[in-house]
């Protein structure tokens, strides 16, 4: 069952990224399609099965998300981008953290009862946390540089504030 949803995900996929006008809405944009998922754990699961690291440019803007979804990998920002998505798909608020150590990193958390869940882009496996300040302790952090509610509003920031001081 699991690998009859998973061609249809990339048979849809391609559709959507190759077909000129194919479920694209108006501005040309591509809408990703995700398939739909039973629970949380199915999503998190479909994370770390099909989306892997790659860094093949840190310096870049933040892309839109069908060429994460279509290639099945991306560097930081994107994964974040595309986990966060994913979750949002399942009903699962997310928060798109960026945090600065020697250099710019994100991630995606969530809140589970009383904790809080870590999905960070190399293992895409939740890692759970007391609190906010626990995860700022692990990641040798004083402070979150900015948490998003949305990709979009990661993507504009991104894009009109780092990316522009960086390239």
């Known amino acids: 069952m699991f690998r009859k949803r998973l061609l249809l995900i990339q048979v849809m996929v391609v559709l959507f990224a190759f077909v000129p006008g194919c479920g694209r809405p108006a501005g040309n944009q591509a809408k990703v399609v995700l398939p739909k998922f039973a629970s949380l754990q199915e999503a998190e699961e479909w994370c770390k099965n099909n989306l892997k690291y790659q860094n093949d440019d840190p310096w870049d803007p933040a892309p839109d998300l069908e060429s994460v979804f279509k290639d099945g990998h991306g560097d930081c920002k994107m994964l974040a981008g ?31 009862g009383e904790n809080w ?7 895409l496996k939740p890692t759970v946390f007391r609190d906010p300040d626990e995860i700022k302790t692990v990641y040798g952090v004083k402070e979150f540089v900015r948490v998003s509610d949305s990709y979009a509003e990661f993507q504009s920031w991104f894009n009109q504030e780092v990316y522009p001081r960086y390239k």
Do not use: C, P
Not at 91 to 109: A, C, N, P, Y
Not at 117 to 123: E, K, L, M, P, Y
């Open 82 to 112: 595309a986990v966060h998505e994913v979750l949002k798909s399942v009903g699962q608020e997310s928060k798109i953290v960026t945090i600065l150590r020697k250099d710019w990193h994100m991630f995606v958390m969530y809140r589970e």
């Open 117 to 123: 869940r870590v999905i960070d882009n190399a293992r």
